[in-house]
């Protein structure tokens, strides 16, 4: 440990900070999974549609890249000390406010402080983490790190179905959130944080000079695309897969299980391979699994789950190494940008899905279809519609894996393009 660690933060104790990391990003992952979770209750409890459930979703990944990209400016200024404070402070009380809603508008001030909190999580851990530690340890940390994230899901959801099937309020399910909160908080309560390393190479003139090329652009409007593909039917598995003949929790669990597991140990495998090849083929997985989900019932969606997982899996991490690799010298703002830009494009969309749902619920109940048959219906159209997010990623994908090839070799951003192969 004492080699991992720089001379000037000797007196850092990097497991601890590393643990209390990991816990604040299972909070992360619990608001979501949990959340996700008793959907049909918060509707069924105070009236609300599935529009409204939808901003209420939008406020999660809205104060999220708020956050994300605030922090990520004022990292090397303030350290990431004060930026878990303001986490702790904004995931201890949107956990309070949740529990004291009254109805719509508190549940959605209370699930935008939750994302702020997330927010500030990402942008202040991920480069401590790599404050703390160098070279291999560091991707290795890192990594570990991220497998909290779809490994809290798995958890959360398993959860929630568990608390649900024993006919617990959801209030209940909301207090399991403050485990890992209060946990986060006493491993980082009196710790020595690393002091940030200023990246002198670059600007923040040359950051925004390399983030108006046309390649960031592209780029930045596709992580819009991958991030509605995944958080878009997750967010939403209780409502759309209630009548699908499978258990939606279940469906959840299994794919964050998947994704898990594959960013855990399929990392040395997919940093083998080119990134463009893997978005393209993550795209046309993810569209296969979602027409999956959009035509099959019983068993058969688990095989959907498998090939959704499979498309998902290396998305995010393989967007933000496209950045950083081949538009370097946007530097962590950029990588901080399209992030944001992935969780941003969340909370506009989800709106839009709540309201398919609440159209096609319209339109089938006035073809006549009630009960479990008008739920199947509902699901099975809304999710057909979403595959319109994946068709868009296999055709740009296509075309950047085309355009990649083509300029193996030239330069963008003023840095050679590495060959494809390198590390993500």
């Keep these: 440990m004492a080699t991992a660690i720089s001379t000037q933060t000797s007196a850092v104790n990097a497991d601890r900070l590393f643990y209390g990391s990991c816990f604040a990003l299972i909070t992360t992952g619990f608001s979501f999974s949990i959340r996700a979770g008793i959907l049909p209750q918060l509707g069924a409890e105070y009236g609300l549609s599935a529009e409204q459930l939808g901003f209420i979703n939008s406020m999660w990944f809205l104060g999220f890249p708020i956050s994300m990209i605030i922090g990520g400016l004022v990292y090397y200024s303030i350290g990431p000390k004060i930026i878990m404070q303001v986490a702790f402070v904004c995931h201890a009380l949107g956990i309070l406010l949740t529990l004291l809603a009254g109805g719509f508008a508190t549940l959605l001030i209370s699930t935008l402080l939750i994302g702020i909190g997330n927010g500030c999580t990402e942008a202040a851990c991920n480069p401590m983490i790599a404050d703390m530690y160098s070279g291999e340890k560091m991707n290795k940390m890192l990594n570990r790190f991220h497998m909290w994230f779809p490994g809290s899901l798995f958890l959360g959801f398993l959860i929630s179905k568990f608390m649900t099937d024993a006919a617990l309020p959801w209030q209940a399910q909301i207090l399991v959130i403050i485990i890992p909160t209060v946990i986060y908080a ?37 992580m819009a695309f991958t991030a509605i593909s995944e958080f878009g039917p997750s967010q939403w598995y209780t409502l759309v897969l209630a009548q699908s003949g499978v258990e939606p929790l279940y469906i959840a669990a299994l794919v964050a299980f998947l994704m898990a597991f594959g960013r855990y140990f399929g ?4 940093h083998r391979l080119d990134q463009t090849g893997v978005l393209l083929g993550g795209a046309i997985f993810t ?45 962590a703002l950029g990588m901080s940008i399209v992030g944001g830009m992935g969780m941003f494009s969340n909370s506009i969309f989800n709106p839009f899905i709540g309201n398919w749902i609440d159209n096609e619920r319209a339109e089938q109940t006035a073809a006549g279809l009630t009960g479990n048959e008008l739920e199947l219906a509902v699901g ?31 330069h963008v951003d003023g840095t050679e393009l590495a060959a494809p192969g390198s590390s993500m």
């Design 186 to 222: 006493f491993l980082f309560f009196g710790q020595t944080f690393p002091k940030a390393k200023v990246a002198e190479s670059t600007s923040l003139a040359q950051n925004l000079r390399a983030m108006a090329t046309p390649l960031f652009i592209f780029i930045a409007i596709l």
């Design 267 to 270: 990392g040395p495998l997919i």
């Design 287 to 331: 569209l296969i699994g979602i027409y999956l989900f959009s035509t099959v019932t019983g068993p058969l969606a688990y095989l959907a789950a498998v090939i959704y997982a499979i498309g998902l899996c290396y998305f995010w991490p393989t967007m933000i190494g496209f950045v950083a690799e081949r538009i370097p010298k946007s530097g």
């Design 380 to 410: 099975q159209n809304v999710l057909l519609t979403m595959t319109i997010f994946p068709i868009v990623l296999v055709i740009a994908f296509t075309v950047l894996l085309f355009w990649v090839r083509s300029r193996k070799g030239s």
